[in-house]
């Protein structure tokens, strides 16, 4: 099997108590698929614990290597993930919570999102692969005003806690 060219990304994935189940689904099925995954947790349910401890994980491997790495987190609301992931440099998190699909194809053209950020509570497993593989095999587009916005967002990143 021939990999396409989401399939050479490394995807890292990560969750607290309110996307375990649905983190643990998409996990398997994008192995499944021939992706490469590493889980940075939770691994176990724990209700009391902290989205930021494992989104920051994501963020900043991510943050690294933004053209060989992306990220799928998921939460309740996928909110505040999105927002921990956005504190770190030339990571861009966007967010699916449900509703019309055609905002996930739209954060890869535009915003070059190389995050995206589920609402477990929101999202069901259906619609969280079908709006993943979307967002899997949808490029940022070419014309320059995206690329010269994105480049904008970059510089203005003030923290790249690597």
């Known amino acids: 099997m021939s990999r396409t060219p989401a399939q050479s990304v490394t995807l890292h994935v990560a969750t607290d108590h309110a996307g375990l189940s649905l983190k643990d689904a998409v996990k398997e099925w994008l192995l499944s698929e021939g992706f490469t995954v590493v889980d940075h947790g939770a691994l176990t349910l724990q209700s009391e614990d902290d989205f930021t401890d494992y989104i920051s994980k994501v963020a900043k491997a991510v943050s690294r290597d933004p053209y060989r790495n992306k990220a799928i987190v998921f939460g309740g609301s996928g909110q505040g993930e999105a927002m921990m992931a956005n504190r770190f440099k030339r990571v861009r998190a966007a967010v699916f919570y449900g509703g019309n699909e055609d905002i996930v194809p739209l954060s890869r053209q535009h915003n070059d999102a190389n995050v995206l950020s589920l609402a477990a509570r929101f999202v069901d497993e259906a ?32 923290f790249t806690w690597l």
């Open 127 to 158: 619609t969280a692969k079908r709006v993943i593989w979307t967002w899997l095999h949808t490029g940022p587009a070419p014309e320059h005003k995206y690329q010269r916005r994105n480049r904008e967002l970059d510089s203005l990143s003030r």
